[in-house]
C-alpha cells in the first residue's frame, strides 16, 4: 500500500507560479514506479496533467500545461514536483498525486493508477 501526501496548492493570480509536491507516506517511490499529476475541476472529469518515470526521468504532458508546466523527482528527497508557472483561470482545480504502483506503466487514464493522494486545491483568479 502507497500512501501519497501533496502539498503546495493554494490561491494564486492568473500569470503566477505554484509548486506542488508530493511524497508517499512511510514508504518510497520504487524504481519502476510512473508518477503522475492529475487534476479535476468542479463538474468535469479528472484528467492528466503529467506523468514521470521515476528512474529514468522521461516525463509526458497533457497538451494543455505543455511549455508552461514541468514535472520533476527528487530521488534523495522521494519527492514529486509539479511546477506551475504562466498560470490560468482555467487551471483551477484539485490536483491529485498519482502512481501506478510499479511495472513502468504509462497512462493517461485515472482508472489505470493504483494510488492516490488525497488531493490540493490550485485556485488562479483572473
Known amino acids: 500500500q502507497v500512501q501519497l501526501v501533496e502539498s503546495g496548492g493554494g490561491l494564486v493570480q492568473a500569470g503566477g507560479s505554484l509548486r506542488l509536491s508530493c511524497a508517499p507516506s512511510?514508504?518510497?517511490?520504487?524504481?519502476?514506479?510512473?508518477m503522475a499529476w492529475f487534476r479535476q475541476a468542479p463538474g468535469k472529469e479528472r484528467e492528466f496533467v503529467a506523468a514521470?518515470?521515476?528512474?529514468?526521468?522521461?516525463?509526458s504532458y497533457a497538451v494543455s500545461v505543455k511549455g508552461r508546466f514541468t514535472i520533476s523527482r527528487d530521488n534523495a528527497k522521494n519527492t514529486v514536483y509539479l511546477q506551475m508557472n504562466s498560470l490560468k483561470p482555467e487551471d483551477t482545480a484539485v490536483y491529485y498525486c498519482?502512481?501506478?504502483?510499479?511495472?513502468?506503466?504509462?497512462?493517461?487514464?485515472?482508472?489505470?493508477?493504483?494510488?492516490w493522494g488525497q488531493g490540493t486545491q490550485v485556485t488562479v483568479s483572473s
Open positions: 498519482a502512481t501506478t504502483g510499479g511495472g513502468s506503466i504509462w497512462s493517461v487514464t485515472p482508472g489505470n493508477y493504483r494510488y
Open positions: 514521470v518515470h521515476w528512474r529514468f526521468g522521461s516525463t
Open positions: 512511510g514508504g518510497r517511490i520504487e524504481s519502476t514506479y510512473v
